[in-house]
């Protein structure tokens, strides 16, 4: 098997393709999508620090709640249904401007 690896390595770098792979990133790596709150749950967001502040700025009540592991797999759109005058769609929409600036981890 280790010997099936080697060739197969060495038949690439004298291809070129290790080389060209190794200098050009995958195309996923270089454009990642704004988190959304609409579909991006709330315990990635939470995960990330960037978007971490952003709530703790805008829903403060709700990012240090002890019940919010349990809100960790809904979307901010989701959790709306439980604390509407909490996120209200113009506190929805003031995050999501917000949080359209940020790069996810």
């Known amino acids: 098997m ?4 080697s060739a197969v390595f060495l ?4 291809t070129g393709s290790v080389t060209a792979y190794a200098e050009t990133p995958p195309a996923a790596a270089k ?6 709150v609409q579909e ?16 703790l700025k ?4 709700i990012v240090n709640s002890p019940q919010i592991e349990m809100g960790r797999g ?8 439980f604390a509407g005058d909490q996120l ?4 929805l929409a003031t995050i999501q401007t917000e949080l359209d600036a940020v790069k996810p981890n």
């Open 2 to 5: 280790r010997a099936l690896l």
């Open 11 to 14: 038949a690439l770098a004298m």
């Open 31 to 36: 454009t990642k999508a704004a988190y959304k």
């Open 40 to 55: 991006t749950d709330l315990g990635t967001m939470l995960d990330d620090p960037a978007s971490k502040a952003i709530l």
């Open 58 to 61: 805008h829903i403060p009540e």
């Open 74 to 81: 809904m979307t901010l759109a989701q959790l709306q249904q």
């Open 88 to 91: 209200t769609d113009e506190k």
